[in-house]
């Protein structure tokens, strides 16, 4: 008997959106992507891809599958994927990633370990 | 807006593009810290820590806080354990699991909430008076 994976409302995708006006002082864990358009006074822990907007600020460093930054991001970054670096973000730490790409205008103060993953 | 429609995913359809102001948090995350700004806050995930803000709070049936809460308008169908303070109306759904105590000047509860705190209804912020009156006096 062959049991297809249902989804259930439970598992409804929901975006995870940290919105502009919004200000966490702390750490984020999340299990699924995340986008982040407010402040987080702390790390930022994903098992997916974490987007970094334009009017964000994160000030502990991100680890996550994927990280696209196109705001402020202090602290090392390490993703088991690709970083990017768009041309209004600025990354202010290192960064240790499967590859890495810094658009034109992009600030990025730090040493890059780009290593092939495991 | 954008009229794309696919079909690949025969899922629930994903919910509405958050607006500007609305902060959601998914189911998978866990936010070890506080939450403070403006907007609104829609949580399925946890929060070991406070969420206050300036606009509604909607506590979802899979969301847990262990903190307080604070915000304009509250709704709860999922867990608190801490405080809660709402300077408009409060909604605990059935599915509510509140150890908290609640501050508001509405509260309407639905059949099958748990609710384990002092509840303090109020209809109008205003300092500790003598009692009685229905004037807004200061």
């Known amino acids: 008997m062959e049991n297809s994976p249902e989804r259930t409302e439970k598992t ?12 966490v002082e702390g750490d984020i864990e999340a ?14 822990h994903s098992t997916g891809e974490v987007t970094v907007e334009p009017s964000a600020v994160v000030e502990n460093g991100i680890v996550a599958h994927r990280i696209l930054i196109r705001g ?28 890495i790409r810094i658009s034109e205008g992009a600030i990025f103060e730090g040493r890059s370990n780009v290593r092939k993953p495991s | 807006m ?56 909607t506590v979802e049936r899979d969301g847990t806080v262990n903190g307080s809460i604070s915000g304009k308008s509250v709704e709860i169908g999922g867990r608190l354990a801490g405080s809660l303070e709402a300077s408009g109306p409060v909604v ?12 508001t000047p509405s509260l309407a509860m639905a059949e099958g909430a748990l609710v384990n705190g002092r509840v303090d209804i109020t ?7 003598s009692a009685g009156g229905g004037k807004a006096g200061r």
Request: hydrophobic content about 35%.
């Open chain 2, 92 to 103: 605990l759904t059935g599915s509510a699991r509140v150890e908290a105590e609640i501050r």
């Open chain 2, 2 to 57: 954008l009229g794309f429609i696919r079909k690949k995913n025969v899922s629930a359809p994903a919910a509405p593009a958050a607006s500007i102001d609305e902060t959601r948090i998914g189911s998978s995350v866990t936010v070890n810290g506080d939450i403070s700004g403006r907007g609104d806050v829609i949580l399925d995930g946890t929060i070991k820590g406070n969420c206050r803000v300036a606009g509604r709070v």
């Open chain 1, 31 to 44: 299990g699924e992507d995340l986008r982040i358009e407010g402040a987080v006074k702390g790390h930022v």
């Open chain 1, 12 to 23: 409804r995708p929901i975006r995870t959106v940290i919105s502009r006006g919004i200000v």
């Open chain 2, 123 to 129: 209809p109008s912020q205003r300092p500790m008076a």
């Open chain 1, 72 to 99: 402020k991001v202090t602290g090392d970054v390490e993703a088991t994927g690709r970083v990017d670096i768009d041309g209004g973000g600025r990354l202010h730490g290192n960064c240790t990633s499967a590859s």
